[in-house]
């Protein structure tokens, strides 16, 4: 009875056991069940017959449910925690990924340091910010609604974490000079408005900013439907019985 163990898959994950759990427990449940077939097949059962002996022999969804939702230690941390998985993990993975490519360069000898700012490394880096402020947000937010996705998680923090990280990276701009290299925010002096070290206060930038947030954070769920779709495609349909 494929669609049972489907059945009880979808509420496990729903309740927040961890896939890893999960697959384990519907594994040993398919072994036990095709023993139990095995067994009444033996006896001369008929096939449809011994299905059913097999699965009254296993218990109820219910009871089998039941067994895996007593225990929260099998909870998974995304279950337990989606506002710091799913609603800060990609906007902090995409802040600190720079200060980590920062904390790399430091350990560089002057030299090296000094030749990162030759106009022969300035396209490089040039590519190196747009990827980091144009598509590294748009893969996060795809990651970010995937997982969520497969864990069952219905909580909008992936949705908010995704655009979270859209509209940062959307209203920021990097730019690179021989001999400077920069990041400039029109988000940035209207959180902070008590001072004007952040720059000018631009609605028109923030405007744009927020257009491309908006762009990028529709890419993301794009980008996970397809990879839904492909996924689902791949997936081998349970043969009846």
């Known amino acids: 009875m ?6 009880l898959r979808e509420r496990l994950l729903r309740a927040g056991v961890a896939p890893r759990h999960v697959e384990r427990y519907l594994r040993e449940l398919r072994d036990h069940h095709e023993d139990g077939v095995r067994a009444e097949l033996a006896r001369g059962a ?8 097999a699965w009254a022999r296993l218990g109820t969804e219910e009871s089998l449910a039941q067994g895996m939702l007593t225990r929260p230690e099998l ?4 279950a337990r925690f989606p506002v710091l998985v799913f609603g800060l993990g ?8 720079p200060i980590a490519l920062a904390a790399v360069l430091s ?3 002057e030299a090296g340091r000094r030749a990162m700012l030759e106009a022969v490394f300035i396209e ?3 590519a190196l910010c747009f990827v980091y402020t144009r598509l590294l947000p748009v893969l996060l937010g795809s990651m970010a609604l995937e997982v969520a996705a497969r864990r069952r998680v219905r909580a909008p923090w992936p949705l908010v974490g995704a655009g979270v990280v859209s509209v940062l990276a959307g209203t920021v701009t990097m730019y690179a000079f021989p001999g400077q290299l920069g990041v400039t925010s029109s988000l940035l002096p209207w959180l902070v408005p008590f001072t004007d070290n952040l720059g000018p206060r631009d609605v028109m930038a923030l405007g744009e900013g ?9 890419v993301s769920l794009i980008v996970q439907r397809l990879i839904r779709r492909l996924g689902s495609a ?4 349970p043969a009846a019985g």
Do not use: K, N
């Open 2 to 7: 494929p669609h049972r163990f489907e059945s």
């Open 124 to 126: 490089a880096f040039r």
């Open 107 to 109: 350990l560089l000898p």
């Open 46 to 53: 008929p096939l449809a017959a011994a299905h059913d002996a």
């Open 75 to 78: 909870r998974s941390t995304a």
């Open 210 to 218: 927020l257009l491309r947030a908006a762009c990028m954070l529709a």
């Open 90 to 97: 990609p906007a902090l993975t995409w802040i600190g990924a």
């Open 234 to 237: 791949d997936t081998p349909r």
